[in-house]
């Protein structure tokens, strides 16, 4: 027999539930192909969790990968840190079994002795972030699979400062959870089970009002209340938390798609809940044609990323990308910093390395340092983290739509994003601009730039195999021009000692001309993406030509 039909047997010959032994064997009788796929490999606890399809098998989300997850975290724990006080944090978004998976993390974490705070409803992956440094807890799991289709979930892990883990501690993590090979080796009950105890409403407080105590312009938002803002939560988590955010600092015009405001992890109306993706957007948009409003705000389902769109000079609701949203947040929340007299020595702003260099020459210009990491708001966390003692950081963002403001919490925030779009809107109207034309102010003095993101999907194994082998390819064989202009810089992030960043499957082409393209294979999905930017009025164009020239 295959490999995997052997794994596969022994789901049907184990101490599993019955029912899971049924949807086994309707599996391999109904759909071959995809009970390959659930049982050729263990599905990867990765530096950042796991995430994956919901369902039987070994690749799959589901109660006993979960279970098996959870208690190669709770060994790590309980080996490598001090003290007999042990307590993790857990929430979970809108996703179907999101709930039942933290459970499952609860209880195996309670049976092995940690002492377990669970939210009692549906929160954001930032407020888990919160809670972890509020309750002194030294971890943090979130039950998500932020804004992948409906057939997902994951399992995000943070470590005592809020963020996600790092190196070292990812990586013995992961070694820890792969040394569980069986459902048997996990404790999901035991006769000391250590507290597990609720949180709720009063976090919610903590957490809104450090928030609120981050707003730069309450004067211009008490001028200005009446702007007419459309939100969206797509059926996800931040349903209560962004309209109350808003109403705190002033905001009470705010307009609902009731359809949307339902939490449901089927996201039934919309294909996938990405507020990176037009279509996502698309009855707030409507919703904000019938009613006039200023602009529309949407998060994802565990309500760490916005997306937004504002209306144009000619009354057109326009989308901002991540990048867009990104330096005009830094830009604003810089200027109010400088009239606030808020700048000075230790102050800094962090982005990754595939967001717009946009937010690099905004920085330069108030003189205030701006790191670049690796894609993935951990590493803005652990600069955060390795800052706490002899620095402040001011705001960081990623143009996959993330962004966060202080220090309060270390992941990407939807809530803080929203709140400071909204002041900001209200501080451009004190100056009689749009949100719009506060961007096209920007460009002026900056310079126009123009950055794409192309992500080609490839599933299953032949894909994950297609996609190693595009990698392969460009280090072996990189491009030599980008529209005309000669390479002169080949980046790759495989090799720390010449890039000073953690190893990651990451190459950059630059060229003469200022244009850049990074290629980077996703590490929670089954796609690659490749990231286009140039700086002009011809900005466009040159990325439409490199798009041709490396995608086939």
């Not at 943090?140 to 699979?145: D, F, L, N, Q, R």
């Not at 565990?302 to 769109?309: C, L, P, S, V």
């Not at 992500?455 to 894909?463: A, D, N």
């Amino acid at each position: 027999m295959k490999e995997f039909e052997k794994v596969a047997a022994s789901w049907l010959e184990g101490d599993f539930d019955q029912q899971t032994k049924m949807q086994v064997l309707q599996l391999r009788n109904e759909d071959p192909a995809g009970f390959e796929d659930a049982f050729y490999r263990n599905l990867e606890f990765g530096t950042g969790g796991l995430r994956g399809l919901m369902g039987v098998g070994t690749n799959r989300m589901n109660k006993y990968t979960v279970g098996m997850a959870t208690q190669g975290l709770a060994n790590y724990i309980k080996a490598h840190v001090v003290g007999s006080d042990l307590k993790v944090c857990i929430s979970y978004d809108s996703r179907n079994n999101s709930k039942e998976f933290a459970r499952i993390t609860a209880d195996v974490l309670a049976a092995n002795g940690i002492h377990v705070y669970i939210f009692d409803n549906i929160r954001p992956t930032p407020e888990m972030s919160y809670a972890v440094r509020l309750k002194g807890a030294v971890a943090g799991v979130m039950i998500t699979a932020s804004h992948n289709p409906k057939e997902y979930n994951g399992y995000k892990v943070s470590w005592s400062d809020g963020g996600q883990v790092t190196s070292p501690v990812d990586k013995e993590i992961v070694a820890e959870v792969a040394k569980i090979t069986d459902p048997s080796m996990v404790k999901f009950t035991s006769d000391d089970m250590a507290p597990i105890e609720p949180m709720g409403k009063e976090v919610d407080e903590r957490y809104l009002s450090d928030l609120v105590s981050l707003s730069l312009s309450p004067e211009a938002c008490k001028r200005h209340s009446d702007i007419k803002i459309v939100y969206t939560p797509l059926h996800g988590c931040g349903v209560r938390m962004v309209p109350d955010i808003l109403g705190r600092i002033g905001f009470h015009n705010i307009i609902h798609v009731p359809e949307q405001d339902i939490s449901d992890g089927n996201f039934p109306t919309v294909i996938s809940p990405n507020p990176e993706e037009p279509a996502a957007l698309k009855m707030a948009l409507e919703a904000a044609d019938r009613t006039g409003a200023d602009i529309v705000m949407g998060t994802d389902p565990d309500a760490d990323r916005m997306g937004i769109a504002v209306r144009d000079n000619d009354g057109r609701m326009v989308l901002f990308n991540g990048n867009q949203t990104a330096s005009m947040l830094t830009y604003y929340i810089l200027t109010r910093w400088k009239e606030l007299g808020k700048l000075g020595e230790g102050k800094y702003v962090v982005k990754t390395i595939v967001t717009t260099e946009l937010i690099t020459d905004i920085c330069k210009s108030f003189g205030v340092p701006v790191y670049n990491v690796l894609t993935g708001f951990k590493y803005i966390a652990e600069i955060v983290k390795r800052r706490e003692a002899d620095g402040e950081f001011i705001c960081g963002g990623e143009e996959s739509y993330g962004f966060n403001v202080g220090q309060f919490v270390r992941d990407k925030d939807a809530q803080v994003s929203c709140m400071m779009v909204a002041e900001c809107a209200a501080w451009a109207a004190d100056q009689g601009l749009t949100l719009y034309q506060l961007m096209q102010k920007i460009y002026k003095e900056y310079g126009y730039r123009k950055e794409g993101l192309v992500s080609i999907v490839r599933k299953g194994i032949s894909g994950s195999r297609e996609i190693q082998q595009m990698m392969v390819d460009l280090r072996s064989n990189p491009p030599a021009e980008l529209c005309g202009s000669p390479v002169v810089k080949v980046v790759d992030y495989l090799e720390p000692e010449k890039t000073g960043q953690p190893s990651s499957n990451v190459l950059q082409f630059f060229d003469e001309a200022g244009d850049v393209v990074s290629v980077r294979p996703s590490g929670t999905e089954p796609k690659i993406k490749f990231y286009f930017g140039a700086k002009g009025d011809d900005a466009q164009d040159r990325i439409e030509s490199m798009k041709a020239q490396l995608i086939k």
